[in-house]
């Protein structure tokens, strides 16, 4: 991290590609895992799990969540018999939920375990990718 540290203060204001790239990167270890755990019943649920990143008006930042696609919610979201619609598959899934009879049926916690799991070797593909690219941009300029 020192090292990392040293490279940024050489090389000045990190080009913003370089950390969405590496943030894209690290993150793709969670999704990977995410989608393996997902509970199968149609397979539908682990195509509705995707990588979104965060809009930010700060340059050097860049944040990526795992979410389900929106573009999927006709198949995640079922109506009722009167026609509203009660629930979120993937969410119960997820979190578990409370079924008719008032039991609590547990979730799977398939997505916050793949980043729980995970969370030291997304750091370090994140800050090795991050060295790489740094190094790129210290070559390329010539300071080195």
Request: hydrophobic share 30%.
């Amino acid at each position: 991290m020192r090292e990392l540290e040293r490279s940024l203060k050489q090389l000045g204001k990190v080009p913003q590609k370089h950390v969405t790239a590496s943030a894209r990167k690290g993150m793709n270890i969670a999704l990977k895992q995410s989608k393996a755990n997902a509970p199968v019943d149609t397979g539908m649920l682990k195509k509705g799990i995707v990588s979104k990143g965060e809009r930010s008006r700060q340059k050097g930042k860049k944040v990526y969540r795992i979410m389900f696609d929106s573009r999927m919610n006709d198949i995640f979201q079922k109506p009722n018999k009167e026609g509203k619609i009660t629930g979120y598959y993937p969410i119960s899934q997820e979190y578990g939920f409370f079924a008719k009879n008032g039991r609590y049926i547990p979730g799977y916690r398939f997505i916050s375990d793949s980043l729980t799991d995970n969370v030291n070797k997304i750091e370090k593909t994140i800050v090795s990718e991050m060295q790489k690219k740094i190094d790129a941009e210290i070559a390329k300029a010539g300071l080195r």
